[in-house]
């Protein structure tokens, strides 16, 4: 028997490929298939079965193109509803895979089709469960995605999750596995842990969730507390895995048309598109297309684009080195950004040969910036999120988590110049480019952020 975690960190998600004898099932896979289906052929195995363990709202699966070119049976949990051919799976069903078995656990409670799947061996030990968003390591899933498409409150959901916990986690015995469906990181729950694996004893002991003594008033109350507004690209995603998609190789097609500086330009114009700049944010200072916004690849990509990107249907001109461009289409396909129309050939360096312009941001050294601050009182916005701030801060800094910078634009309207940080540039970086881009010019980045402050000791 092989269990393989295939852990993505950009979502923070985790999807698993099974094998038992020449038979595969895989568990919440990701839109980009080709992984999946190479380790099965390696195996000389066939992938019999694809389990969804609810529909996901931060990623696009991969369920309907994997069972496409596999022949594999899609299977959810009980409620879901589909608009495609899958086998709605009834609590306590069991599914043969090779010499083990895999059992559906309906828990609903973070969506009403919530399944955690239960793997037997085949002396019929309880191996492991892969428990999707119902229980993460040291935390559950967020009880407010699904209210809305089910017409109850939050507070029923958590209710209902903290029965599916007790009815049907916590009665497991100790040293079964728990693989959930996603690590810190993730918009799905409050406090995930780094890890990505444990086990049901482990979890009863260090998870808040699964405290013995703890009431369901307790729960519900710990659990809705302090939940931060879903990103907007989350409804979107839900529909996709509902409804169905387009393949991906069809995405990357149209994502990684190369397109010269005029035909580049004529576009953004015509279809009114987003210019998405994908640099390393010192680059992206240093000189940029106007009105450009940037979201650095080499950081948690996919998510920032759908928190910051109000719009998911508008379409998207990438600016990007020439070796990263399916990637980024390709990342951007994972949260269900399926517009991109084509990158920049050449990138800025060919834009400028063209005659095109290019502005900047105005930065600031740490060392200037905590010299500066010592004789004036300054306008200073730290973007980082509530935790991170209330662990240390600049002195009368406001705090505005870059999660809450369009709702919030018009505290940065000021007539004065002001400054902005986070962590270490890469959000304050994505920030400047949506003030410029707001027309909001009178402010700098500094460079570095809270952690070269922090150094000027």
């Not at 020449?22 to 568990?27: L, Q």
């Not at 409620?79 to 309906?106: R, V």
């Amino acid at each position: 028997m092989i269990i393989e975690q295939i852990y993505t960190g950009c979502l923070s998600q985790g999807a698993y490929y099974i094998q038992s004898g020449n038979e595969v099932a895989i568990i919440d896979p990701l839109r980009e298939i080709d992984p999946y289906m190479q380790k099965a052929e390696e195996a000389n195995a066939k992938i019999r079965f694809i389990f969804e363990t609810h529909f996901h709202a931060d990623f696009v699966s991969g369920h309907l193109t994997l069972a496409k070119k596999t022949g594999a049976k899609i299977i959810f949990g009980p409620n879901a509803n589909t608009k495609f051919d899958a086998l709605i799976a009834k609590d306590g069903q069991e599914f043969k895979i090779g010499e083990i078995t895999i059992k559906a656990l309906h828990t609903p409670g973070h969506t009403m089709e919530s399944t955690t799947y239960l793997l037997i061996d085949s002396s019929k030990k309880d191996i492991a469960i892969f428990s999707g968003d119902t229980l993460f390591i040291g935390d559950v899933g967020r009880p407010d995605l699904a209210q809305k498409a089910n017409n109850i409150t939050q507070e029923d959901l958590a209710g209902t999750l903290y029965d599916s916990l007790r009815k049907k986690i916590m009665p497991l015995n100790d040293d079964v596995l728990v693989y959930p469906a996603h690590g810190a990181g993730s918009a799905c729950g409050k406090n995930l842990s780094d890890e990505t694996v444990s086990t049901i004893g482990e979890q009863k002991k260090t998870n808040y969730a699964l405290r013995s003594d703890m009431t369901k008033d307790e729960f519900i109350k710990e659990v809705t507390d302090g939940l931060n507004p879903p990103p907007n690209y989350f409804p979107l995603n839900v529909k996709m895995n509902k409804e169905g998609y387009d393949d991906i190789d069809k995405i990357i097609l149209s994502g990684t048309t190369p397109l010269d500086p005029n035909l580049f330009e004529n576009i953004v114009k015509k279809k009114n598109a987003l210019i998405l700049d994908v640099r390393h944010q010192d680059n992206f200072a240093e000189e940029h297309i106007p009105n450009s916004i940037f979201i650095g690849i080499d950081g948690s990509f996919a998510p920032w684009v759908g928190t910051i990107v109000e719009d998911v249907t508008k379409p998207i001109l990438l600016v990007t080195p020439d070796d990263r461009v399916e990637e980024t289409v390709t990342r951007l396909a994972r949260v269900g950004f399926d517009n991109s129309l084509g990158y920049l050939k050449g990138g800025i360096k060919n834009w400028k040969m063209q005659g095109k312009l290019t502005t900047s941001v105005d930065q600031i050294d740490s060392v200037v910036f905590k010299k500066l601050i010592q004789n004036e009182k300054l306008n200073v916005f730290d973007l980082r999120k509530s935790d991170e701030y209330s662990s240390g801060y600049i002195p009368n800094a406001q705090n505005i988590p870059l999660d809450f910078l369009n709702k919030k634009i018009n505290s940065f309207r000021l007539n004065e110049t002001f400054y902005t940080h986070c962590a270490g540039g890469y959000r304050s970086m994505i920030a400047a480019s949506i003030l410029k881009s707001k027309g909001i010019h009178n402010f700098k980045d500094i460079k570095g952020g809270f952690n070269a402050l922090r150094k000027q000791v």
